[in-house]
Each structure stands twice: as structure tokens, then as C-alpha cells.
């Protein structure tokens, strides 16, 4: 069971961006922090 460095990175940087930008927050009326700042006008 093998993994990389470029592997990892690649998985990492996948879960980072799910993070930051897909998950799904209470906090901002159950919604993901894009669909947050979209509702808001501050993304495209």
C-alpha cells in the first residue's frame, strides 16, 4: 500500500478545497461556503 507524495498532495489539496468550498454549514443557513457567497452577490 504505496502512496506517493504527489498522491498525498493531490488528496489533500482535494479535501481542502471540499472544505473550504463544498461542505454544507449550519451556520450559514445549511448552506456551503460558495452558495453562501454566492446568495450574498460576492461570487460568480
Known amino acids: ?3 506517493s507524495i504527489e ?4 488528496a489533500l ?4 478545497r471540499w472544505y473550504n468550498e ?3 454549514k449550519i451556520s450559514l ?3 456551503s461556503p460558495i452558495e453562501y457567497r454566492e446568495s450574498l452577490g ?3
Not at 13 to 16: E, F, K, L, R
Request: no cysteine; glycine share 4%; charged share 15%.
Open 1 to 3: 500500500q504505496s502512496t
Open 22 to 24: 463544498k461542505r454544507i
Open 13 to 16: 489539496d482535494s479535501y481542502i
Open 42 to 44: 460576492f461570487a460568480a
Open 7 to 10: 498522491q498525498f498532495i493531490q
Open 29 to 31: 443557513g445549511a448552506l
